[in-house]
């Protein structure tokens, strides 16, 4: 379940990726946020300062928040894989390896884990 800050993150991008929003838009205000959102000020500005943090988004004081001119996912398209979207969004992609060890329970983890003492974990 995502929050109320990750909703309002998710709109506008979403809006952002549908050309709903183009670059150098102004986008609603803080306040009308709060009112389509039903959330407080802070919500919103915490959304804000996050799309603005990654480059979506920039404020001009006075005036308001708008849509920079290559927000950063407003071409992302679906078929691409893994690698070529990551390079495309300025990611390096990288894999690693998982090592999983079988370990026996001490008495402190076996209590912890309500499991017998040598059991494997």
């Known amino acids: 379940m ?20 183009s670059p150098g838009q ?3 205000s803080e306040a009308e946020f709060c009112r389509m959102f039903q959330v407080s000020r802070m919500t919103v500005r ?4 996050e799309l603005v943090a990654e480059g979506t988004l920039y404020k001009e004081k006075g005036r308001g928040t708008f849509v920079s001119q290559k927000p950063r996912y407003s071409e992302f398209q679906c078929g691409f894989g893994f690698k070529q979207e990551a390079l495309r969004r300025g990611f390096i992609p990288s894999t690693k390896n998982a090592e999983i060890t079988l370990i026996k329970a001490n008495q402190n983890l076996a209590e912890k884990l309500q499991i017998k003492e040598d059991d494997f974990l």
């Open 2 to 21: 995502t929050n109320k800050k990750d909703s309002i993150i998710e709109y506008i991008l979403t809006r952002i990726q549908n050309k709903l929003y």
């Open 26 to 28: 102004m986008i609603a």
């Open 46 to 49: 915490k959304a804000f300062d």
